[in-house]
Structure formats: C-alpha cells, structure tokens
C-alpha cells in the first residue's frame, strides 16, 4: 500500500487497514483486539488509536459494536475502492461521489418520507440533536452525519437501497480525512433540520429538493475549498 501524508492517526489507519485488506490478518466478521494490545502494536496512544477506528469505521472497513468490541465489516468494500490515495486523487473522488449522491438520494430521502415510521422520524431528531451537541463541543460529528444518511435510507423499506450505504459512508469519511468537516460543519447541520421538518410534514417532493440543494451545496462548497 502506497504511504501517505498525513497526521497520525490517519498514518495509523492506513497501517490496521493494510492487516485487514492486504494481510488478511483479520478476516469479516472477526473482533479485532483491545484498544490497549493494538496501541502497542502500532506504537500509539490509545486516543490516537481510537481516531484510527473511526477512520475505518466511516470507511466501513470495521464496525464498532457498543459494549461488545469493534469488528472488520462482513461487507469488506472491494481493495481497489479502501486503499489510501494521494490527496488530488481524494479530492476527485469525494467529487464524483458527490455526484453519485446527487443521483440517489434525494429520490431516496422522498420515498423515506413516504414510508418512514414516525419512530424513524424521531430518531432524525435524536440524530439532529447529537450532531448539534457535538458541534458544540468541538467534537467530531462524522458518525451521528452518517447515521441520519443511514437512516434515511433505511426509512425508505427497501432493502436495495441499503447496498449504496458505502457511498454514503465514503462520501462522508473523504471529506473527513481531507479536514474539510470542520470548516463545513456549520453549513450542512441547518440542512439536516431542514429535512427533518419536511419529513414530519410528510412533504416528500420538497424533502427530495432539500436533499439535492444539501448535496449540490456541499459539493459547491468542498470543491471551491479545494480549489482555493
């Protein structure tokens, strides 16, 4: 796997990657080990390591399972689509992904508003709220963004629709490991309420045009940012 630029913990995911993917030391579905044994492995605090988790875990490269442990995906994305690239070459890919997006998901966001629970509408609002808590706090809101895509796709009821989650989840994770989160952050969490209100209103020809402005605006915003 080609080396990369990059902070530690992105130098740490490429590394527990490469075991996965390359070496196979770790197969679908197996718990890899403990915070502590992998921090020493690899020569890193344990934060250090845990940033490293989130990284694949956005990428769907493992599966942080609450109270169990963190296990490699039983859907592995295919070698050519997880290895690490040079930065252009990011950059143009989160772009065609966007572009991905905007072909799906906004039909997506308004079947959901058909057939979502209002149990599933709540949980966008619980979803809206930790996003705003963890802006607030400076944290990282890459998870809680992912989940409420997930989970406007999972309100849909259609199980083939759950196949183009990696793109959601890449999409995201990209745009994280180019640091362009925290300078977008404020811009997209007004969108997700904006969502949100239009589910409830069961309004689903305006959540699919609130969807694709999202999108189109995030790709406007991401691509000038990384042309300047």
Do not use: W
Request: net charge negative; proline share 3%; charged share 30%.
């Amino acid at each position: 796997m080609a080396e990369i630029s990059g902070n530690l913990s992105q130098r740490t995911a490429v590394q527990l990657e490469e075991l996965i993917v390359e070496k196979a030391e770790f197969r679908p579905g197996q718990k890899i080990p403990n915070e502590t044994e992998l921090s020493e492995r690899f020569g890193v605090s344990r934060a250090t390591l845990r940033e490293a988790v989130k990284i694949l875990a956005a990428r769907g490269i493992l599966e942080v399972r609450r109270g169990t442990g963190t296990f490699v995906s039983d859907l592995l994305p295919a070698k050519s689509s997880i290895d690490m690239p040079n930065l252009m070459r990011i950059v143009t890919e989160a772009h065609d992904l966007y572009e991905v997006r905007l072909l799906f998901e906004p039909q997506v966001a308004a079947l959901a508003c058909r057939k979502a629970s209002d149990a599933e509408i709540d949980h966008l609002q619980e979803l809206c709220d930790e996003m705003d808590r963890l802006h607030a706090a400076g944290e990282d809101t890459t998870e809680a963004d992912i989940a409420f895509h997930s989970c406007l796709m999972t309100a849909s009821h259609n199980e083939f629709i759950q196949q183009l989650l990696p793109v959601i989840k890449r999409s995201i994770s990209d745009r994280r490991l180019l640091d362009a989160q925290s300078r977008m952050t404020a811009s997209y969490m007004p969108d997700h309420r904006a969502i949100l209100k239009l589910m409830r209103d069961r309004d689903a020809e305006s959540v699919k045009s609130a969807m694709y402005i999202h999108i189109s605006e995030l790709m406007k915003k991401f691509d000038n940012f990384y042309k300047g």
